[in-house]
């Protein structure tokens, strides 16, 4: 690179939209996509990017990739593949918290390789809460882990975080304003971070064994009044306890020829709440359906109230839910409590009268009735004005309960239905575009959103759905940051910024240059969004290695991983969604942070320097 060149006005224009773009990121004085927004429309305004490429953002191939992997993982979440993923790990972990612990921040790890780390994040915080009640192991030992393993996961593949999927885009960038006689930057393959990713993935799971355990709180969780809320809650509050089992009904079982409603009634008999006789098997099973040789029931009590029922009685129990497992599904499935409003028509009804079950699909559990609460008899009890219905249902009946005046539903419902019976339609569409990827010679775009479609129209999700898993606020966010980037490139801002850097600090060595853009944008990361620091730093740091005979390539990879290192502080998404089901405190974050921070740009510069 030259060492002539001269500040101008376009410069300072340019500069002056950097220096307002960090501002308003650092101070969140509006939102920071509203921020980008406005960034670019300056840019527009001032001319410092041909009207004709301003919004070429929108139609990048990094923000249509993003866009793509946002939908493929939620299509991936409501097929239920997730809660598959957590029975194996309650099954296999045992009630070794440190095995347990790396199984989950190993899984989600290479999760976060082929979907947003804040998606996958978000998929695992109930397998966590799931994890942590079952095992009574604290919430807080599990999400730090969890949250930092998704972060690290990102850097496997070049579509596992969006400023991994954005260098390629701003690599093709600088390539038009490359110096005569420079060689053009090639983009990077899917696999190509993949080495020091599962360097850095490694290292980062063996210090959360060997020293992020006991550096992390022991502090219980807040509790919330999520859908279905805790399986604590309805013990403390109503004595409902114990887990949902499988009866399969012999050839000697006296409950042969009952109807439901009899068997309920015998000693001891835990709820039944599910049942498959010769149809599908079902929620909610009506009173008088009949119980016949062959006969599952799905029950929910203690293993040792239902293993007692099961000897008395002549049934099977079964090692597992085999029959029930997808009905039963979090995401499809739980406990809620339902009011009995004035002027409902259900006032002075017993129960089973009412007919809940094959009217709305609900089973009543307890009755939650002023200061007491009402759990024998309950096909017997006449519903009064105020009485709190404990019950298990479909979200979806739960859905239409909601909209009965009837009732008056206090608990919050899930928005989307789980579809277990798409997910081989969802795993089909999600292995063609990884195929596509990788050997096919198609833009990462169309590869992604091919899969993404395909999901759409086989049913995984409706199209409604698909709009609605997109971070729209991550795209515009890119999308408006990338005329920023192509402006510093065009108006010379950037190779003048690493003109006059590089005359102050004179030849420090590569190690060192690379050290203090690591550094920078650990930094920036820290204080700004991911994407942000990305795009403003990768064109300076292809022109530092320019500028320095080093490789651009590495300059700017450093850039898009080193945006990756945000465990100091919550300020990354990923962190700032698990602080309050953690209970956790800045100052946690920083003292598990500050170290893996160190580790990571240690292993992040080994990495780069021993394979690039």
């Known amino acids: 690179m030259e060492g002539d060149l001269k500040l101008t006005g376009d410069m300072l224009l340019v500069m002056a939209l950097l220096g307002l773009t960090i501002f308003a990121f650092v101070t969140e004085i509006v939102r920071i996509d509203v921020a980008a927004i406005s960034i670019m429309v300056l840019i527009g305004l001032l001319g410092l990017v041909p009207a004709d490429q301003l919004f070429d953002g929108f139609a990048s191939n990094a923000v249509i990739a993003v866009i793509a992997v946002m939908i493929l993982g939620a299509g991936l979440d409501r097929t239920g593949v997730m809660n598959t993923v957590s029975a194996s790990i309650i099954r296999y972990g045992g009630r070794s918290e440190s095995r347990i612990v790396s199984m989950l921040a190993g899984t989600v790890g290479v999760m976060s390789a082929f979907m947003q780390n804040t998606g996958a994040t ?38 596992g975080s969006s400023p991994l999927i954005l260098l ?177 028509n259900l006032v002075g009804k017993t129960i089973a009268n009412a007919r809940l079950r094959s009217r709305f699909g609900i089973s009543v559990l307890a009755i939650n009735r002023g200061e007491s609460i009402v759990r024998d008899g309950l096909r017997s009890e006449t519903l009064k004005v105020g009485d709190c219905l404990v019950s298990h249902s479909t979200w979806r009946d739960l859905s239409s309960v909601a909209s009965d005046r009837d009732f008056i539903v206090a608990t919050d419902i899930p928005k989307g239905e789980q579809r277990p019976q798409k997910v081989s339609f969802a795993l089909t569409f999600f292995g063609l575009s990884m195929f596509l990827v990788l050997f096919a010679n198609f833009n990462l775009s169309v590869a992604l959103l091919t899969g993404a479609i395909g999901m759409i129209l086989t049913g995984v999700l409706s199209m409604d759905e698909a709009y609605q898993a997109v971070s729209w606020k991550t795209v515009f966010l890119m999308a408006s940051l990338i005329p920023l980037g192509f402006a ?125």
Request: no cysteine; proline share 7%; aromatic share 6%.
């Open 122 to 159: 978000a998929l695992f915080l109930p397998v966590a809460g799931r994890v942590s009640s079952r095992l009574d192991l604290p919430l807080s030992g599990l999400l730090i882990p969890i949250g930092f393993s998704a972060i690290v996961g990102g850097t496997l593949t070049m579509v």
């Open 168 to 344: 390629n885009d701003l690599i093709l960038t600088s390539n038009r304003s490359m110096p005569p006689g420079a060689e053009a930057m090639r983009p990077f393959s899917l696999f190509s971070v993949t080495p020091i990713g599962l360097m850095l993935l490694g290292s980062t799971l063996l210090f959360m064994w060997l020293i992020g355990s006991r550096l992390l709180p022991r502090r219980p969780a807040e509790r919330a009044a999520s859908p279905g809320r805790t399986k604590n809650y309805f013990a403390d509050v109503y004595g409902i306890t114990g887990d949902v089992h499988e009866l399969l009904v012999t050839v000697d079982s006296p409950l042969v020829g009952m109807r439901i409603r009899e068997a309920e009634m015998l000693d001891g008999a835990p709820l039944l709440l599910a049942i498959q006789s010769t149809d599908k098997p079902r929620l909610a099973p009506p009173a008088d359906e009949m119980i016949w040789v062959g006969t599952i029931l799905g029950v929910m009590g203690t293993r040792e109230q239902v293993g007692r029922f099961a000897v008395d009685n002549k049934l099977r129990l079964q090692p597992r839910l085999r029959t029930f497992g997808a009905l039963f599904d979090p995401g499809r499935a739980g406990i809620s409590e339902v009011v009995i409003p004035p002027g409902s």
């Open 488 to 612: 510093m490139e065009v108006t010379g801002t950037a190779a003048w910024l690493v003109q006059e850097t590089l005359a102050l600090v004179g030849d420090v060595g590569t190690i060192w240059m690379q050290i203090a853009l690591a550094v920078l944008a650990t930094i920036f990361t820290l204080v700004m969004s991911n994407v942000g620091a990305t795009v403003l730093l990768v064109p300076i740091a292809i022109n530092i290695a320019l500028a320095t005979g080093a490789n651009p390539m590495t300059y700017a990879l450093i850039i898009a991983l080193g945006t990756s290192n945000a465990f100091i502080l919550p300020t990354h998404p990923v962190n700032a969604m698990i602080i309050g089901p953690g209970n956790y405190k800045v100052k946690d974050f920083m003292r598990v942070g500050l170290p893996m921070s160190v580790l990571f740009l240690f292993v992040m510069l080994l990495g780069l320097n021993l394979l690039f």
